[in-house]
């Protein structure tokens, strides 16, 4: 069983900047594909963004290209999502999740999670 918990989520004005963590437990944090998942109230959830193994490439969704970037630190089990620019339509919960088999790098695939962290709340004030 793969723990993942975010931390980091808050209240920030529209044109701010915010970073999430997502601590991993285990000894094979660098075996995952780590994605982030939002999900706003009334909508469904939608894919943000996604990282190798390695960290050497990424991929996200077309809303956030440009104002957010994913990264991650094998050596201490953790990712991060450092969102720039934010607009009053990022607010969400916002989602860690691990995918033991993504091999979409280079196509449109989105990563099927099979661990997810409990969210962390972002709110976007305009």
């Known amino acids: 069983q793969v723990q993942l918990v975010e931390s980091g989520g808050g209240l920030v004005q529209a044109g701010g900047s915010l970073r999430l963590s997502c601590a991993a437990s285990?000894?094979?944090?660098?075996?995952?594909?780590m994605a982030w998942f939002r999900q706003a109230p009334g909508k469904e959830r939608e894919f943000v963004g996604v990282?190798?193994?390695?960290?050497?490439?990424?991929s996200y969704h077309d809303s956030v290209k440009g104002r957010f970037t994913i990264s991650r630190d094998n050596a201490k089990n953790m990712v991060y999502l450092q969102m720039n620019s934010l607009k009053p339509e990022d607010t969400a919960v916002y989602y860690c999740?691990?995918?033991?088999?993504?091999?979409?790098?280079?196509?449109?695939?989105?990563?099927?999670?099979?661990?997810w962290g409990q969210g962390t709340q972002v709110t976007v004030s305009s």
């Open positions: 990282i190798s193994r390695s960290g050497r490439v990424t």
């Open positions: 285990g000894r094979t944090f660098s075996s995952y594909a």
């Open positions: 999740t691990a995918d033991v088999n993504f091999t979409g790098w280079g196509t449109a695939q989105v990563p099927k999670p099979d661990y």
